[in-house]
């Protein structure tokens, strides 16, 4: 296939900003210009790349396509740097979309990145750490923090550490639910709240502790904060990081099995890719998580 590097910017900036009018706007040409590069590739290509939807969508083909379309604006971003490429300028950073989960997010991974030049910038995708890779496999982002140890096709991995969470609830909430101790027929009754549908930190606690099915009433909050927030105000008990729950006095939060936990290990994977961009969020990352996880 003979792929012209104008073509897949173009089918980079459609999928990215959704439209073929942005994608003109960012690319600074019209929007006629960005739908002849599109079908010029796939033409090339011999199939069709992108759903001409709003936002506009790549196809399965597409995806692998898009994948070398943004590994090759990355490299050339880094190489522009290094040579001081006068037509790349200041306002036009290296753009690194990476996937986190919530928790990281809200804890230790925004200070990381704090420390990261600003001529890279961060698109972060929030997605649960046991469903991040999908979005490596995509192409959607170039790295991620995940719950998985194998690395994704084309992609190396690093260990992290760990996050540690424990079963946790207002004090009041723990001695009107469990005041003859962590029994199943407490966790049967009792609230818990979680994250979302995805989320299954607590059931693993439940089927832990109870060896049986266990289906108490729940709540969902799909935020961090929130979901702290809602175990202290006594909407139910529920799977808090220590990063979170040591910051709070005892007088709000109390553990409600004692010293039980689940620690849930954490990777950063990453294209497999001689990036200096990569290499350095790859860097204050692991370095912040040296510090933070266990």
């Known amino acids: 296939m003979d792929l012209q590097l104008d073509q897949l910017r173009a089918l980079n900036a459609a999928v990215t900003e959704g439209t073929f009018d942005a994608a003109a706007k960012s690319l600074r040409i019209t929007p006629s210009a960005v739908s002849?590069?599109?079908?010029?590739l796939e033409d090339a290509a011999g199939?069709?790349?992108?759903?001409?939807?709003?936002p506009v969508r790549a196809t399965e083909s597409g995806l692998a396509v898009l994948r070398l379309a943004r590994q090759i604006e990355l490299l050339a971003g880094d190489t522009a740097r290094e040579l001081g490429d006068a037509h790349r300028p200041a306002d036009r950073p290296i753009r690194l979309p990476i996937a986190v989960n919530a928790d990281s997010l809200e804890?230790?991974?925004?200070?990381?990145l704090a420390d990261i030049p600003p001529s890279i910038c961060f698109?972060?995708?929030?997605e649960?750490?046991?469903?991040?890779?999908?979005?490596?496999?995509?192409?959607?982002?170039?790295?991620?923090?995940?719950?998985?140890?194998a690395a994704v096709?084309?992609?190396?991995?690093?260990?992290?550490?760990?996050?540690?969470y424990r079963p946790m609830a207002a004090p009041r909430f723990a001695r009107t639910w469990f005041g003859d101790g962590p029994t199943a027929k407490a966790y049967a009754a009792a609230p818990v709240v979680l994250f979302d549908r995805k989320d299954d930190l607590q059931d693993r606690h439940l089927r832990r502790r109870s060896r049986q099915r266990l289906d108490p009433p729940r709540h969902y909050v799909p935020s961090s904060a929130g979901f702290l927030a809602a175990v202290?105000?006594?909407?139910?008990?529920?799977?808090l990081p220590d990063l979170q729950s040591r910051n709070s006095p005892t007088t709000e939060l109390v553990s409600i099995d004692g010293e039980a936990f689940i620690d849930v290990p954490l990777y950063w994977q990453q294209w497999r890719l001689d990036s200096p961009a990569l290499s350095a969020v790859a860097a204050s990352i692991a370095a912040r998580a040296a510090e933070s996880l266990r």
């Open 153 to 164: 096709q084309g992609c190396k991995v690093e260990r992290l550490g760990a996050m540690r």
């Open 128 to 149: 649960d750490e046991e469903h991040t890779t999908r979005l490596l496999r995509d192409g959607t982002v170039m790295a991620a923090i995940t719950a998985t140890s």
């Open 232 to 239: 202290r105000l006594g909407l139910g008990w529920g799977m």
């Open 36 to 40: 002849q590069r599109i079908k010029a």
């Open 123 to 126: 698109e972060i995708h929030r």
């Open 47 to 54: 199939r069709v790349l992108v759903q001409r939807t709003k």
């Open 107 to 112: 804890t230790w991974v925004l200070p990381a």
